[in-house]
């Protein structure tokens, strides 16, 4: 056997995963190649390292990567310094997209914690001041203060 063959190696590994977040992989090898693909249909591809192919669609995502030891920050080999291999990583996370109805919900908290804080604040400077201690006053800021962020918070939006 050569040398040369001894230490030219391609393995696989098929894995199923259950409730990770995320999965990356660290490109320790001269030539690291890295196929996947998933069911999950909203994944974001991060790390050191672009996808050299990758397809999105319904029925979910397929990613190739390709890293040579030329693009990474470490040699192939050493024994005295240390090198952080993090920096090199690469992969995917798996995101959780929001749908219209977590979207409203959530604005709707929102409307309502910034029209109670903007209140609050009004209406503590003013009894601070001693300007106008009239409760119509009040009744009348927060009329006010609702109709301008119901006009800035929904904008009209031509599809």
Same mark, same amino acid.
């Given at each position: 056997?050569?040398?040369?063959?001894?230490?030219?190696?391609?393995?696989?590994?098929?894995?199923?995963?259950?409730?990770?977040?995320?999965?990356?992989?660290?490109?320790?090898?001269?030539?690291?190649?890295?196929?996947?693909?998933?069911?999950?249909?909203? +994944?974001?591809?991060?790390?050191?390292? +672009?996808?050299?192919?990758?397809?999105?669609?319904?029925?979910?995502?397929?990613?190739?990567?390709?890293?040579?030891?030329?693009?990474?920050?470490? +040699?192939?080999?050493?024994?005295?310094?240390?090198?952080?291999?993090?920096?090199?990583?690469?992969?995917?996370?798996?995101?959780?997209?929001?749908?219209?109805?977590?979207?409203?919900?959530?604005?709707?908290?929102?409307?309502?914690?910034?029209?109670?804080?903007?209140?609050?604040?009004?209406?503590?400077?003013?009894?601070?001041?001693?300007?106008?201690?009239?409760?119509?006053?009040?009744?009348?800021?927060?009329?006010?203060?609702?109709?301008?962020?119901?006009?800035?918070?929904? +904008?009209?939006?031509?599809?």
């Amino acid at each position: 056997m050569r040398d040369a063959d001894f230490f030219n190696h391609t393995f696989g590994v098929y894995l199923t995963l259950r409730g990770s977040e995320e999965l990356y992989f660290v490109p320790i090898g001269k030539k690291t190649e890295v196929s996947m693909s998933s069911s999950w249909t909203d +994944p974001s591809f991060v790390g050191a390292f +672009p996808t050299k192919e990758s397809e999105i669609s319904e029925a979910g995502f397929t990613a190739n990567w390709q890293v040579l030891h030329f693009n990474r920050n470490f +040699p192939q080999s050493w024994t005295t310094a240390k090198y952080d291999v993090d920096e090199s990583r690469f992969g995917v996370n798996l995101l959780v997209a929001a749908d219209h109805y977590q979207k409203s919900l959530r604005t709707s908290k929102y409307s309502i914690l910034i029209i109670s804080l903007s209140f609050s604040l009004y209406s503590f400077l003013l009894r601070c001041l001693k300007k106008c201690e009239s409760m119509r006053f009040y009744i009348f800021l927060s009329a006010w203060l609702f109709c301008h962020l119901i006009t800035c918070s929904f +904008p009209f939006q031509s599809t």
